[in-house]
């Protein structure tokens, strides 16, 4: 969701003739876009204005407005201790941006904007037309959430849940395919409860994907509870919606699961995913662990590996739990580091066996691949297959924007490797 907001960030400021570059030394104004998910999000910010402090050294210093989830969480404590920066905005006053620069330009004042006005800024940044050209796009439809998981921040930095009108995303997906997208990932704190005026992520994936040259939609990130019966047909109904879903469980332990507020359980989870697979057995999943919560003992962290084993995961994202200050769980009391950092070796251990005995099985198998980028110089093209796996090949011809069938002959835990098949159809294959 960075992504996507640094670049309405940048749309946003051409209307007040900044440009975007590449290069720090030339900097009028540095905007640090932080997110608030990792550890050690605050001292990062610290540590990166030390740099821009380095570069302008006896120069003129440059605007400096912190942005994003650090600003809305640690706004006034970020002006207080680090004089150098001049404003914190967060990520829902986002349109008061240009204001804020105009007004540091004259060196009037500091600046917090943290309120939540999100209808304000979405009324704002829709009159702005999105430039972002990139053949594999991002489009926030839904920002906010209402679950309150007892370790995450987002509730408290993004706000409540607030769904973008139909109208104009489908607006907003039509410049991102007019400016080249054959892929939109559709975003959200909780993708699918996503909800306009009655209509759901269903109605809107039908929706956009109308829009002819659009080859394929993602979305993410769901919760399962919001998982409705509509959104599990969508996958059979719709070809350009991918078979691919991120469905973070946290944990296998129902214990651990009510303790962090999850409000599913492993049983309503395990049923999710067979529905799913039932409807479309080729659809495949990733997902969030957070290894070590409080409370979590041998039994709740065996029953986590039970769970990643029965789902089969292709791909997974796992942390040692860290505390983020003003959430319930900041205050709950830890459990031994050690033991925490030994389950994760032993968790990732079991992941990455999944994951590489599923890429074996694609090896001498056909992937339909979407190129986005060359890469080096030896004409080499890298792009994803309908599971977000990397593919390079080599091509004399420009791929950049096809989608185009091709054969895995190789591949590690991070890339597979394959070559163009004479076949111009390619679509559906299982994997
Ligand atoms: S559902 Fe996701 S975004 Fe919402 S509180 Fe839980 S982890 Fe955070």
């Given at each position: 969701m960075n992504e996507y907001d640094s670049n309405r960030i940048y749309d946003l400021v051409k209307k007040i003739n900044y440009k975007k570059t590449n290069n720090i030394h030339e900097a009028d104004c540095y905007v640090l876009n932080t997110c608030h998910i990792r550890e050690k999000a605050t001292d990062k910010v610290y540590h990166d204005i030390g740099r821009v402090k380095k570069v302008f050294k006896n120069k003129?210093?440059?605007?400096?407005i912190i942005t994003g989830c650090v600003a809305q969480a640690e706004g006034e404590v970020l002006l207080e201790k680090e004089k150098y920066i001049d404003a914190v905005i967060g990520p829902q006053s986002y349109q008061n941006l240009n204001e804020t620069i105009l007004k540091l330009e004259k060196r009037i004042i500091k600046v917090n904007s943290t309120n939540f006005d999100v209808i304000d800024k979405f009324d704002n940044l829709n009159s702005i037309k999105n430039s972002n050209n990139k053949i594999s796009s991002f489009l926030t439809i839904q920002e906010?959430?209402?679950k309150f998981c007892k370790f995450c921040v987002v509730p408290y930095t993004r706000g409540s849940e607030y769904s973008r009108s139909i109208k104009?995303?489908?607006?907003?997906?039509?410049?991102?395919?007019?400016?080249g997208a054959k892929e939109i990932t559709l975003l959200g704190q909780n993708v699918n409860a996503y909800n306009f005026g009655g209509k759901k992520l269903s109605h809107l994936i039908n929706e956009i994907s109308k829009i002819d040259k659009l080859e394929r939609i993602r979305y993410t990130t769901s919760h399962p509870i919001d998982f409705s019966e509509d959104l599990i047909h969508a996958h059979l109904e719709f070809d350009k919606l991918m078979p691919m879903i991120h469905l973070p469980v946290q944990s296998g332990s129902n214990k651990i699961l009510r303790s962090m507020n999850r409000k599913h359980t492993v049983e309503n989870y395990l049923d999710l995913i067979d529905k799913l697979?039932?409807?479309?057995?080729s659809i495949k999943f990733s997902s969030d662990f957070i290894i070590g919560?409080?409370?979590e003992n041998d039994i709740d962290f065996q029953e986590t590996l039970?769970?990643?084993?029965k789902v089969e995961f292709i791909n997974t994202f796992s942390f040692i739990f860290s505390p983020r200050p003003g959430t319930p769980a900041a205050s709950m009391k830890k459990i031994d580091l050690d033991i925490a950092k030994e389950r994760l070796i032993t968790f990732q251990t079991v992941a990455q066996d999944i994951k590489m005995n599923y890429r074996k099985n694609l090896f001498n198998k056909k992937s339909s691949v979407l190129?986005?980028?060359?890469?080096?110089?030896?004409?080499?093209?890298f792009g994803r297959d309908e599971y977000l796996n990397s593919v390079i090949v080599r091509s004399d011809e420009n791929l950049i924007g096809k989608t185009k069938e091709v054969k895995i002959i190789d591949g590690n835990q991070n890339t597979l490797f394959g070559e163009l098949t004479q076949n111009k159809i390619c679509k559906g294959f299982a994997a």
């Open positions: 003129n210093k440059p605007i400096i906010g959430c209402d104009e995303l489908i607006r907003e997906s039509i410049d991102l395919v007019e400016n697979k039932k409807n479309k057995p919560f409080p409370g039970e769970l990643l084993k190129f986005e980028n060359a890469i080096g110089k030896k004409m080499n093209y």
